[in-house]
């Protein structure tokens, strides 16, 4: 049975190897993106004005003049003396830029490009190994997914006789100890403890690759509701004047109802039956804890959702598992000490294709 699980676990990892160790890589550097972008990015110092903040009709009419043909994504407000960021985005061709308003003239203080930097080329690079996205994606989820099975079949092949125990859990490493040795302990070794953390980084990413595999982990924790991010239609009748009213006011509406929360992301109606939907970021950093707050967009009453991004404190167990996934992958969920263990975990977790190739190279050298 372990000459199977080995010939199993060997193959795999040859065919997969190298998409985890550049995964890995990538990873290791996404996980403290919005640190040091607070470092290098431009931070604007903004006097309180005497006047109000503009609204968010006003803040999508100006920022439009940059990009008069481009969809608005959304409008994020911070605090008062922070810049309005107005979101551009469309999928196909992808488009990815943001207008940063001052919060009380409406001047554009910048335009940023997410697609190009530093950072955009590691996710590029993660998500798809810089290669077209319909192939590069499906190279990567298919490897991610299959490095679970390598994992669970490595910790087979781990796992040692009695006489053996303390070889697998600390280096016993001498003078005369051979480089195969070395290597060999350095992969079951080392594998042995990010086992856990490797598992968990591999699960979360798989859950975001895969449309069956979120639907099925959604199901598998006990979840009941619409396992997606569902928009609410309106039950009042289409009023337009009102409609546009209700847009320039619902930000003030959202900080009355939400007063310490870090920042609100305001999202247009797509249409004259679709509701209006306010994403409340309540923690810096973390998006778990959000509150997607829907209103009517012609009398302002709020409307529940068929799906599990609602209000936070409404969410169960089964939501939460998906709530969480995205901040347990990066290692937000646990703040700073988190992230650090993330980035650790993924760093360590590629040198387990380079360990485990010199291993299967060295095995072939001595056939020949």
């Not at 990015?41 to 009419?61: L, W």
């Not at 003396?81 to 551009?88: A, L, M, N, Q």
């Not at 990567?140 to 006789?161: D, E, H, N, Y």
């Not at 070794?189 to 449309?211: C, E, H, K, N």
């Amino acid at each position: 049975m372990k000459k199977i699980i080995l010939k199993i676990h060997g193959y795999l990892g040859l065919f997969t190897g190298f998409v985890v160790f550049i995964v890995s890589v990538t990873g290791c550097l996404w996980v403290f993106e919005k640190e040091i972008k607070s470092i290098v990015e431009t931070e604007y110092i903004i006097s309180k004005g005497s006047g109000e903040v503009i609204n968010p009709v006003a803040a999508k009419e100006l920022a439009q003049k940059v990009f008069p043909e481009r969809n608005v994504h959304g409008t994020l407000y911070h605090r008062e003396i922070s810049p309005i960021e107005v979101i551009f985005y469309e999928p196909e061709p992808e488009f990815y830029q943001s207008v940063m308003l001052h919060p009380y003239s409406g001047e554009v203080l910048e335009v940023i490009n997410h697609e190009n930097g530093f950072f955009a080329f590691i996710l590029d690079g993660h998500m798809n190994l810089w290669l077209p996205e319909k192939v590069g994606s499906n190279i990567v989820a298919f490897s991610v997914l299959t490095f679970l099975i390598i994992l669970i079949s490595g910790f087979f092949l781990w796992m040692p006789k009695r006489r053996n125990l303390k070889q697998r859990f600390y280096f016993q490493w001498k003078d005369s100890t051979r480089w195969k040795r070395k290597n060999f302990d350095l992969h079951s070794i080392i594998g042995f403890y990010v086992l856990l953390f490797a598992f968990v980084l591999a699960f979360t990413g798989s859950v975001m690759a895969y449309d069956w595999f979120y639907y099925l982990t959604y199901k598998a924790a006990g979840g009941e509701k619409a396992p997606q991010f569902s928009i609410p239609e309106n039950t009042s009748e289409p009023d337009s004047l009102k409609k546009r009213n209700n847009l320039a006011d619902v930000i003030n509406i959202a900080r009355m109802e939400f007063p310490d929360a870090v920042s609100y992301e305001i999202h247009y109606p797509h249409d004259d039956s679709a509701s209006i939907y306010v994403e409340v970021t309540s923690a810096e950093g973390v998006y778990y804890s959000s509150d997607y707050i829907f209103y009517d967009s012609n009398t302002l009453d709020h409307i529940e959702t068929p799906g599990i991004y609602g209000r936070y404190e409404d969410a169960n167990f089964a939501d939460m598992v998906i709530r969480t996934n995205y901040d347990i992958h990066v290692g937000a969920i646990g703040g700073l000490p988190g992230k650090i263990i993330a980035f650790m975990a993924s760093l360590v977790t590629a040198t387990l294709p380079v360990t485990g190739f010199l291993l299967w190279y060295g095995r072939n050298k001595k056939k020949n």
